[in-house]
């Protein structure tokens, strides 16, 4: 069965700080991953997209990293803003069988001054 | 000012009514999925739509229904059958190329559905 787990759960950093969060994936075969952010109440917003050949992609001070190896994405978050906190979402696709979106349960991080 | 937009922001359902959540894109994306989510759950696709006049069901389809005859709307009815409605709805969209998995969906702000 196809799976996305996501590590933490939660987290609370200050201000400033930097974060790394973690997924595992069993998807295969492997597509692509992406990493959304949801605010509170409000809708996914897609971060970054990487594909089989990809090891690691930056938009701003968000850098995922992907090892299709081992099955693991991690999504770096550099000098951390309030405006941070919100659920951070790992998704993955596959291909053939599993051409379908699965989503991972999220991490909840709290940026705090 | 393009995006996809969801009404109402909160819905509240009495027992053994249907209730019909909107979504509308501008986007001009053929493809337009309606999840479910629910607290420590991941996202789980109800109905999804690649055309105008066809959709599929998802994983969670029972006690669901939809209709897409424009390519911009993609109303969903929550309908009596679903015993358990309380959720947070997410509509998206993405361009359609029927490689659906490959593409980067947008999603809308979202409908809570509250049970009376």
């Known amino acids: 069965k196809n799976q996305v787990e996501q590590s933490p759960q939660s987290l609370i950093i200050l201000e400033g700080k930097n974060c790394t969060l973690q997924?595992?994936?069993?998807?295969?075969?492997?597509?692509?991953l992406r990493w959304y952010k949801q605010d509170t109440g409000r809708g996914p917003v897609s971060l970054t997209i990487?594909?089989?050949?990809?090891n690691t992609k930056s938009n701003g001070r968000y850098t995922a990293t992907l090892d299709a190896d081992t099955k693991q994405s991690s999504l770096h978050i550099t000098a951390s803003q309030l405006s941070d906190s919100a659920s951070y979402i790992c998704?993955?696709?596959?291909?053939?069988?599993?051409?379908?979106?699965?989503f991972g349960t999220g991490t909840r991080l709290q940026v705090t001054l | 000012d393009g995006g996809i937009t969801q009404s109402p922001k909160y819905l509240f359902r009495k027992e053994g009514q249907n209730v019909t959540l909107s979504c509308e894109q501008n986007?001009?994306?053929?493809?337009m999925y309606w999840y479910r989510q629910d607290p420590g759950q991941g996202l789980r696709l109800i109905y999804y739509?690649?055309?105008?006049?066809?959709?599929q069901k998802g994983d969670i389809a029972e006690g669901y229904s939809v209709s897409r005859e424009k390519k911009e709307s993609f109303p969903l009815t929550v309908t009596s059958a679903q015993k358990n409605p309380t959720a947070f709805y997410l509509c998206?969209?993405?361009?359609?190329?029927?490689?659906?998995?490959?593409?980067?969906?947008?999603f809308g702000p979202g409908t809570r559905l509250l049970v009376l």
């Open positions: 990487m594909t089989f050949s990809e």
């Open positions: 986007l001009n994306h053929d493809a």
């Open positions: 998704v993955v696709s596959g291909t053939g069988t599993a051409s379908k979106l699965t």
């Open positions: 997924c595992n994936y069993t998807v295969s075969p492997f597509s692509n």
């Open positions: 998206a969209s993405s361009i359609g190329t029927g490689a659906r998995a490959q593409e980067t969906q947008y």
């Open positions: 739509s690649q055309i105008v006049n066809d959709f």
